[in-house]
């Protein structure tokens, strides 16, 4: 779940006060989400969402993400958007967190993925890669190629009690790819985390994007091999390249892709799953078992990470 | 967290086909409560809790609970409402469980709890007490003493483990409780489990109860003592008699007390520290560590009995 730490309703009386929001109605911890505390928020002035930063956060990146958000917001992408105290700040403290409330944006995350989510999906993403262009304030991706290398040495040593083999797979797999990371690619703003979570759908159509919280500046096709990591892989972990055509046209349609880019979507999706691989195994190994977090299983990247070791060319994509 | 069991927006969709209650406008997992799905819903026309039944709720018991839910309303009392579907029922099924949607209830649980808190709390368990008596079903109650002693038959090997010293204090203090349980006192339908998780507040007053799920047929005073134990105990684990004069004297003035209850109260008190005690080491002994549920420490409550098992009489509670 997604509350690390309790507000009392005091403290949560008090900051209120700091805003013209209105007097608080109801207030409950949201499950969704897995890096930071959310809780909806009800007020006599609407609904909004509380979020308290927690330890994986640097609360000097804060206003870099808050300010994208409005950024983003100005150019029309839908998403959440800080509401200010009446002194100006949307960046604030409460219970020993930094926190922010950010208004409510209607609309449900797919639980299932169909195609005819892929094609918003991929939309969506080449009009954020657009209306980040001007923002000018860049934040080194930390969970990019530099980050690999270092997040692969803090777990290598109990990768085998995972899945025996995985402690050599895993190191030859990200050689290949640091050695195969493409040069030149254009790059942006991205939201580096565009899982179907963060993603809100109402009367199927996409309604908005939350949760920029590992927004970086990197690769912007690099944003798409997540999308087609997060989105295009069944149950069963095959692919389905219907999805994936379907989300990349789209974006095409908006962003045309370099032939670079076309060229860099196998070792992109390779970066991409063992991203999500090493933290998941990062997690895997150092979460303890009573935390409140539900780790996620690093195989189930591993196996999305060899589909894209054996992809040849962008057409295993289906373009 | 409490989301057990996840919906697919497809199954939400048509599942909301069968009701009046408009469209689905947002649709989010709520983190507080530990034994059933619960998911804020959002529609068209207004806010409801959709709630999953999991294991640990007996299907057939359903409609009792939400037969008590609808008659505690007619009597006054604020509480979640069943929503009927258009066949007229509210239990219905979905994603592989029963499910039932309720109306959403306005106001804040109490994260610290403050001596003025627990005037309102007794007032408010008396009120239920008195409205409870025209709801003619019965539910005998699986988790009062005749649940205690399988109880800790279930978790007594594990006990020395958790604490040492355990194994043999429970079983002497069981006995102890069950010995001297009292006979006669007045029954009625109690709400078991109400805890400041369970109790709204808003603008300072005491705004509404939720999750019946452990009610049943048992002594009144019990239920008192479930209150006595959930609120007035500091962090440390002082005993509060302030918050309890308070729960008790706001009690007695809608219900007053016989003398049979107010001596019953030690007893009562431990008897309910333990089944707090007993359910807690059962889940602590018996949660896999990857759960998503964070286990919640037995010795807490443990540590409550101790001070019960001192109680010489009402006395000891300040009245």
């Known amino acids: 779940m997604a509350v690390y730490t309790e507000v009392s309703d005091e403290a949560l009386g008090a900051f209120l006060e700091d805003y013209d929001i209105g007097r608080m109605v ?3 911890g949201i499950a969704e989400g ?12 609407g609904d909004f969402i509380l979020t308290l930063y927690e330890k994986r956060v640097n609360p000097a990146e804060l206003p870099w993400f808050l300010g994208l958000m409005e950024h983003l917001a100005r150019q029309g992408i839908v998403c959440p958007q800080p509401v200010r105290a009446r002194d100006g700040e949307a960046l604030r403290q409460l219970s020993g967190r930094y926190a922010a409330v950010t208004t409510f944006l209607p609309g449900v995350w797919p639980r299932r993925v169909r195609p005819e989510h892929c094609g918003p999906v991929g939309s969506a993403l080449a ?3 657009l209306a980040g262009a001007g923002y000018e304030a860049i934040r080194p991706n930390a969970l990019g190629p530099a980050g690999w290398a270092p997040l692969l040495n803090r777990s290598v040593g109990g990768a085998d009690q995972v899945q025996p083999g995985l402690a050599c797979e895993l190191p030859a797999a990200l050689g290949r790819i640091l050695a195969n990371w493409p040069k030149d690619l254009p790059v942006g703003h991205i939201h580096a985390d565009l ?43 095959s692919f389905n390249v219907t999805k994936a055509r379907a989300m990349l046209a789209a974006y095409e349609a908006i962003r045309p892709l370099s032939a670079a880019e076309r060229a860099a979507l196998p070792v992109l999706c390779q970066g ?16 303890p078992a009573d935390a409140m977090v539900t780790r996620k ?9 060899r589909f894209h070791m054996s992809a040849k060319d962008a057409h295993a994509y289906g373009i």
């Open 26 to 28: 109801a207030f409950r």
């Open 34 to 45: 897995v890096e930071n505390s959310n809780f909806s928020l009800r007020t006599t002035g």
């Open 127 to 129: 009009a954020l890669h």
């Open 195 to 237: 899982f179907p979570d963060n993603v809100f759908f109402l009367d199927g159509k996409l309604s908005g994007l939350i949760d920029f919280y590992f927004a970086a500046t990197d690769i912007l096709a690099y944003d798409i091999a997540v999308c087609l990591n997060a989105w295009c892989f069944e149950q069963d972990l």
């Open 272 to 287: 991409a799953a063992i991203r999500f691989a090493l933290t998941r195994l990062y997690d895997w190994i150092n979460t």
């Open 297 to 305: 299983d690093p195989l189930e990247y591993v196996r999305r990470l």
